[in-house]
């Protein structure tokens, strides 16, 4: 039976280690601090493909969420399919929202054009502001609650015989003819017939380590593209069922009550060095939106406020495939995580234990960064509505 070690427990890694257990692989999943304690867990978990450019990569998040609905199956407390409003300003942004809504049309993706009365049938207590008749709706799209998720993949792991060991970071990996060998922090070498590197924002750092060069957008200072807030809401006596973006506020269920909050426009102060008060500027800012968003919500309070570390390769395109031409290291690294997880896992089991290469992965091969081919998509624009995804 192969050996394979897989680095990181995070959406990612979880659900690779998952898969190839699930193959009959000798899986030992290792984990820095502790599961989901990386980008998962500071994750807005958004699950769509309708902000997503180039088409390569809105086909692939596209199949992506398909992947969740047979992965989740019916009742899987981690998974609401309940879809996205999305509405905005009449003006240059609602015709930015047309643009999109043609782009998915063109490719069978549901999109509906609600009118003021069947929005607020869906979404009650959502506030609409006067002049805004219609609402977009993404009927498909839904959110994730990530760190359930990532229980239940670990516990189909060790189902299958899997190994999950941390908090036990790893400084290096050397893959050589027939194998990798792992060094821990600690100075342990661990040795096997393959490694998948998944550690979201470090990838970079460890991947040099093995020789690969996989750039990621760096955090350069507070409002850097990588980072920006996330709040939790105590609970509420609220009426809000689906995930709903405003041109100044992106919310959702949190469970319990509580509401997950992002205002984009704030996020040029977020530093992951200095998380802000829950009684400060910020906090403040995040529920003056929510109250002028959702009925009933004023005089609430943040249990948490937290700065989230987007993992964005260079050109914002996802990273999955071998970076050794013996096929024994293969890395992941991508936006969009929790959307792209339950697949990604699927296909590098498929070109790991099956030998095969999956097509739906051609045009983001970590080999890209080294030698560019024609094939390779045009560099993604910055999306359109931020979210740790």
């Not at 991947?207 to 809401?233: C, D, E, N, R």
Request: with cysteine; aromatic share 6%.
């Amino acid at each position: 039976m192969p050996h394979w070690i897989v680095i990181g427990a995070g959406v990612l890694g979880a659900a690779a280690a998952r898969e190839l257990a699930a193959a009959g692989v000798e899986v030992t999943l290792l984990e820095a601090q502790h599961p989901g304690a990386g980008t998962s867990g500071t994750s807005f978990a958004w699950v769509n493909s309708s902000q997503k450019r180039p088409e390569a990569y809105r086909r692939l998040n596209a199949m992506a969420m398909a992947e969740h609905d047979r992965f989740a199956g019916d009742g899987a407390p981690w998974w609401s399919r309940r879809g996205h409003l999305r509405w905005a300003h009449p003006g240059a942004e609602d015709e930015a929202l047309a643009v999109v809504r043609a782009e998915v049309e063109r490719e069978d993706y549901p999109v509906e054009v609600l009118t003021r009365t069947e929005a607020l049938a869906l979404e009650p207590g959502l506030i609409l502001p006067e002049g805004v008749e219609g609402v977009t709706y993404f009927p498909t799209e839904g959110h994730c609650y990530p760190l359930t998720m990532i229980a239940r993949m670990i516990a189909d792991l060790r189902g299958h015989g899997g190994r999950v060991r941390y908090p036990c970071a790893v400084t290096e990996v050397n893959p050589r003819p027939g194998g990798v060998r792992v060094r821990l922090a600690d100075g342990e070498w661990i040795e096997a017939d393959g490694a998948i590197v998944c550690v979201g924002r470090w990838t970079e750092a460890l991947m040099k380590s093995a020789g690969a060069h996989i750039p990621l957008q760096p955090y350069t200072g507070p409002g850097s593209s990588p980072v920006g807030f996330l709040g939790v809401t105590s609970p509420l006596a609220v009426s809000l069922d689906r995930l709903v973006t405003t041109p100044s506020l992106n919310l959702r269920p949190h469970g319990g009550g509580r509401i997950l909050l992002q205002a984009p426009r704030l996020d040029a102060d977020a530093d992951p060095a200095s998380t802000p008060p829950l009684d400060g500027t910020v906090a403040r800012e995040l529920l003056a939106e929510l109250a002028g968003a959702l009925r009933d919500a004023a005089g609430g309070r943040l249990e948490s406020l937290v700065v989230g570390w987007r993992v964005l390769p260079e050109d914002r395109l996802t990273v999955a495939g071998f970076v050794d031409d013996d096929r024994r290291l293969y890395t992941i690294a991508t936006h969009s995580g929790v959307t792209l997880a339950p697949l990604l896992g699927r296909l590098a089991r498929e070109e790991i234990v099956d030998g095969t290469d999956a097509p739906d992965l051609a045009d983001f091969r970590p080999t890209r960064f080294r030698s560019r081919s024609t094939s390779t998509p045009a560099a993604a624009e910055p999306v359109r509505i931020s979210g740790y995804q």
